[in-house]
Protein backbone atom coordinates (compact mmCIF):
# COMPACT_ATOMS: atom_id res chain seq x y z
CA UNK A 1 0.00 0.00 0.00
CA UNK A 2 1.15 3.65 -0.82
CA UNK A 3 2.94 4.96 2.81
CA UNK A 4 4.13 8.46 3.25
CA UNK A 5 6.58 9.23 6.28
CA UNK A 6 7.40 12.93 7.11
CA UNK A 7 9.87 14.47 8.81
CA UNK A 8 12.03 17.53 9.78
CA UNK A 9 9.40 19.32 12.22
CA UNK A 10 10.41 21.07 15.20
CA UNK A 11 10.84 24.07 17.23
CA UNK A 12 11.85 27.54 15.59
CA UNK A 13 11.95 30.68 16.37
CA UNK A 14 10.85 33.53 14.28
CA UNK A 15 12.72 34.06 11.35
CA UNK A 16 14.50 31.06 11.30
CA UNK A 17 13.92 28.21 8.99
CA UNK A 18 12.91 24.29 8.52
CA UNK A 19 13.21 21.35 5.95
CA UNK A 20 10.38 18.88 5.73
CA UNK A 21 10.97 15.68 3.99
CA UNK A 22 8.28 13.09 2.84
CA UNK A 23 9.53 10.07 1.91
CA UNK A 24 6.79 8.18 -0.59
CA UNK A 25 6.60 4.18 -0.60
CA UNK A 26 4.11 1.46 -2.78
CA UNK A 27 3.38 3.42 -5.60
CA UNK A 28 5.82 4.41 -8.48
CA UNK A 29 6.70 8.18 -6.69
CA UNK A 30 7.59 9.81 -9.97
CA UNK A 31 3.93 9.83 -11.99
CA UNK A 32 2.38 11.45 -9.48
CA UNK A 33 1.44 14.88 -8.16
CA UNK A 34 2.59 15.87 -4.19
CA UNK A 35 1.48 18.18 -1.66
CA UNK A 36 2.10 19.89 1.59
CA UNK A 37 -0.57 20.65 4.20
CA UNK A 38 -1.02 21.75 7.57
CA UNK A 39 -3.48 22.31 10.68
CA UNK A 40 -3.37 24.07 13.52
CA UNK A 41 -5.20 23.59 16.24
CA UNK A 42 -8.75 24.69 16.71
CA UNK A 43 -8.70 25.28 12.60
CA UNK A 44 -9.63 23.49 9.16
CA UNK A 45 -6.87 21.69 7.27
CA UNK A 46 -5.42 24.12 4.67
CA UNK A 47 -3.49 23.37 1.67
CA UNK A 48 0.12 24.97 1.51
CA UNK A 49 2.17 24.03 -1.78
CA UNK A 50 1.60 21.22 -4.54
CA UNK A 51 4.22 20.24 -7.29
CA UNK A 52 3.39 18.35 -10.22
CA UNK A 53 5.19 14.92 -11.28
CA UNK A 54 7.33 16.55 -13.18
CA UNK A 55 8.90 18.92 -10.39
CA UNK A 56 7.97 21.60 -13.13
CA UNK A 57 4.24 23.14 -11.89
CA UNK A 58 4.33 24.18 -8.38
CA UNK A 59 1.13 25.78 -6.50
CA UNK A 60 1.46 27.72 -3.09
CA UNK A 61 -0.85 29.43 -0.63
CA UNK A 62 -0.80 33.03 -0.91
CA UNK A 63 0.46 33.72 2.79
CA UNK A 64 3.60 31.43 2.21
CA UNK A 65 4.56 32.57 -1.08
CA UNK A 66 8.51 33.51 -1.43
CA UNK A 67 8.63 31.84 2.03
CA UNK A 68 7.82 28.51 1.35
CA UNK A 69 9.46 26.46 -1.65
CA UNK A 70 8.26 22.87 -2.43
CA UNK A 71 10.60 20.27 -4.34
CA UNK A 72 11.20 16.63 -5.21
CA UNK A 73 13.95 14.07 -5.68
CA UNK A 74 12.14 11.57 -7.91
CA UNK A 75 15.01 8.94 -7.87
CA UNK A 76 14.55 9.50 -3.78
CA UNK A 77 11.08 9.20 -3.53
CA UNK A 78 11.00 11.98 -1.54
CA UNK A 79 9.16 15.51 -1.98
CA UNK A 80 10.85 18.54 0.12
CA UNK A 81 9.31 21.66 2.33
CA UNK A 82 11.62 24.44 2.38
CA UNK A 83 10.59 27.03 5.25
CA UNK A 84 12.14 30.42 5.53
CA UNK A 85 11.74 33.21 7.64
CA UNK A 86 8.97 31.50 9.77
CA UNK A 87 6.33 33.32 11.52
CA UNK A 88 4.43 31.88 15.16
CA UNK A 89 0.94 31.51 12.58
CA UNK A 90 3.34 28.65 10.97
CA UNK A 91 2.73 26.45 13.44
CA UNK A 92 0.49 23.81 12.88
CA UNK A 93 1.02 20.18 11.96
CA UNK A 94 2.36 19.47 8.52
CA UNK A 95 1.27 16.57 6.43
CA UNK A 96 2.03 15.38 3.29
CA UNK A 97 -0.56 14.07 0.62
CA UNK A 98 -0.51 12.53 -2.65
CA UNK A 99 -3.72 11.80 -5.41
CA UNK A 100 -4.79 8.69 -6.45
CA UNK A 101 -5.13 9.83 -10.00
CA UNK A 102 -2.81 11.33 -12.21
CA UNK A 103 -2.70 14.62 -13.07
CA UNK A 104 -1.62 16.61 -16.15
CA UNK A 105 1.63 18.12 -15.42
CA UNK A 106 0.33 21.52 -15.38
CA UNK A 107 -2.98 21.40 -13.38
CA UNK A 108 -3.22 21.97 -9.62
CA UNK A 109 -4.14 18.63 -7.72
CA UNK A 110 -7.89 18.74 -6.10
CA UNK A 111 -8.24 15.54 -4.32
CA UNK A 112 -5.62 13.84 -2.31
CA UNK A 113 -6.14 10.32 -1.39
CA UNK A 114 -3.07 9.61 0.39
CA UNK A 115 -1.86 10.80 3.92
CA UNK A 116 1.22 10.66 5.73
CA UNK A 117 0.73 10.87 9.72
CA UNK A 118 2.12 14.60 10.56
CA UNK A 119 5.22 16.27 11.70
CA UNK A 120 4.85 19.47 13.48
CA UNK A 121 6.10 22.72 13.59
CA UNK A 122 6.27 24.74 15.73
CA UNK A 123 7.26 28.45 15.77
CA UNK A 124 8.07 30.88 18.74
CA UNK A 125 7.78 35.02 18.42
Known amino acids: QVQLVESGGGLVQAGGSLRLSCVVSGRTFRMYAMGWFRQAPGKEREFVAA????????FYLDSVKGRFTISRDNTKSTVYLQMNSLKPEDTAAYYC??????????????????WGQGTQVSVSS
Open 97 to 114: ATPASNYADNVKPVRFDF
Open 51 to 58: ISWSGYYT
